[in-house]
């Protein structure tokens, strides 16, 4: 069965969140499973890509409203675990960020175009298509609409949400844009009077996923105006919680860490790597080590942080590291906060990903408020390179982390987005990380959870199976 995973994101390759350690991961395990999994992304100009060696597959124009423009499909030499293609349109991807550009439209409908182009030409087409998010949204819909590409059309399609909030809509002025389709179907380009690519997925893909069962449940409450539209999509939905790549996100063998350490070793590994950080961050490594890891942004509850952090660090003696960036008013405001709290606080702006792993390693607590958590990676890394999480109960931080004083608990849960649920939480970590028979116990016990992707690499290929047959 070969399966064509598409995707704006793939780690290593470029990488801004959690949808590319997925699209970078999931089809490494689909492969173990006997699936032929590949995947294609745009051709970014990064560090990665500027230091790798290419083969050209494919040339080809496209045309996007009167404009055209030449591409070409390039495949990755060395090997990733699975066989990966980039798509290179130089005045339009070939750019050092992913997101942010104000043709964000365009970039992504002439990437879509050009997967299809180049699928459509190749003697061999994919058994199934995997699609991620909205900048991937259009390709249900142009399979099966679109007058050039229908003979893809009988091959099934599967959309993958990975964050309802991110929609990708814009007005009817660009609708020239999308290649020619039988207007009779211009309804399903809709939602609230705009083209919203997002909901064209959910209405045109033959499965939808959702990266965690309850983020799936919560979708019909709060999707950013979607929520009608998934409630009758219902019945081809499914939660399916991400995984972690193992082999990556591996204390043991993680070159990113200053010293390796495994379960029979946690406590001097995890000592070791803590007074490092902490000399580097200024802080005590006798305290313990709140950390959080993320974009700065309302949705993971990061502006509550100057408030909570203050009160918290006036009344506690411990330590707190944010790595992150986003909201420049949060970002400003945490920078302010290291003036009052030199030696028990800092925060580094920006993104670092070698810092993260750092950070996971190093810290006793991991910090995860989110008000909206499709399904959260950080919590799974935290507890492999065991670091106990605080996590506010929502979407996947609901469905993989047990509060301490339940049974089987390792973490620190709170039902509500606060300023004080965040001090209160962090308070009975404190009381906690006193007792460190039990704070040990519970660290061994988070680093023995198995959270690779095995299983639901599984639960994909029966979904498969079932859309193939
Ligand atoms: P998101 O909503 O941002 O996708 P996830 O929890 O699904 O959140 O995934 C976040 C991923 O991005 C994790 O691998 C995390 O370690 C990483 N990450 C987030 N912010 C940073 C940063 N500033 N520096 C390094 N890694 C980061």
């Known amino acids: 069965m070969e399966v064509l995973h598409i995707s704006a994101e793939c780690f290593p390759v470029a990488k801004v969140g959690g949808l590319a350690d997925v699209v970078g991961a999931l089809p490494k395990y689909q492969n173990n499973l006997g699936v032929s999994a590949k995947v294609i992304m745009p051709f970014y100009l990064n560090k990665f890509t500027k230091n790798r ?39 339009l991807l070939y750019r050092e960020n992913v997101y942010g550009y104000d043709d964000d439209t365009e970039r992504f409908l002439a990437f879509q175009i050009a997967v299809l182009d180049w699928v459509l030409q190749n003697k061999k087409k994919p058994d199934l298509v995997h699609f991620h998010d909205h900048h991937t949204g259009f390709i249900p819909f142009l399979m099966s609409h679109a007058k050039k590409y229908k003979v893809l059309k009988e091959i099934p399609t599967v959309l993958t949400i990975h964050n309802a909030q991110y929609q ?96 029979t070793n946690v406590q001097s590994g995890k000592k070791f790597n803590k007074k490092l950080l902490c000399k580097q961050f200024n802080l005590d490594p006798e305290k313990p080590l709140f950390s959080f890891i993320g974009r700065l942004v309302y949705e993971k509850g990061a502006d509550l942080f100057p408030e909570a952090f203050y009160k918290t660090l006036l009344k506690h003696d411990i330590n707190i590291l944010v790595l992150g960036s986003g909201n420049l008013e949060t970002e400003s405001q945490l920078k302010t906060l290291t003036t009052t709290f030199s030696d028990k606080y800092n925060v580094y702006i920006g993104y670092n990903e070698e810092l993260a792993h750092q950070i996971y390693a190093a810290s006793d607590f991991l910090l995860m408020p989110s008000r909206v958590e499709p399904c959260g990676l950080n919590q799974m890394y935290a507890l492999r390179y065991g670091t106990i999480p605080i996590v506010r109960s929502i979407g996947g931080l609901k469905d993989t982390v047990i509060d301490i004083d339940d049974e089987g608990g390792f973490g620190i849960c709170h039902d509500l987005v606060s300023v004080e649920d965040i001090i209160y939480s962090i308070g009975r970590a404190v009381e906690f990380y006193k007792d460190q028979k039990e704070f040990k116990k519970v660290r061994r016990n988070c680093m023995k959870i198995d959270h690779s992707w095995d299983k639901s690499a599984k639960e994909y290929l029966s979904l498969y199976k079932s859309l193939i047959n």
């Open 53 to 91: 060696k290419f083969d050209l597959l494919f040339q080809g124009s496209l045309a996007l409203g009167d404009k055209n423009y030449t591409f070409q499909i390039l495949n990755l030499k060395i090997k990733l675990g699975f066989p990966l293609f980039l798509v290179k349109i130089p005045e």
């Open 168 to 263: 990708g809509q814009f007005e009817y002025d660009k609708l020239h844009l999308i290649p020619g389709f039988d207007k009779k179907h211009i309804g399903l380009l809709d939602w609230s009077g705009q083209i919203n690519p997002l909901a064209t997925a959910i209405k045109c893909a033959w499965k939808i996923t959702t990266v965690s069962p309850s983020y799936l449940v919560e979708l019909s409450q709060h999707a950013n105006g979607l929520e009608n539209l998934l409630a009758h999509e219902k019945q081809k939905s499914l939660g399916v919680l991400n995984g972690i790549d193992t082999k990556v996100w591996n204390p043991e063998t993680d070159n990113m860490l200053k010293k390796n350490y495994a379960l």
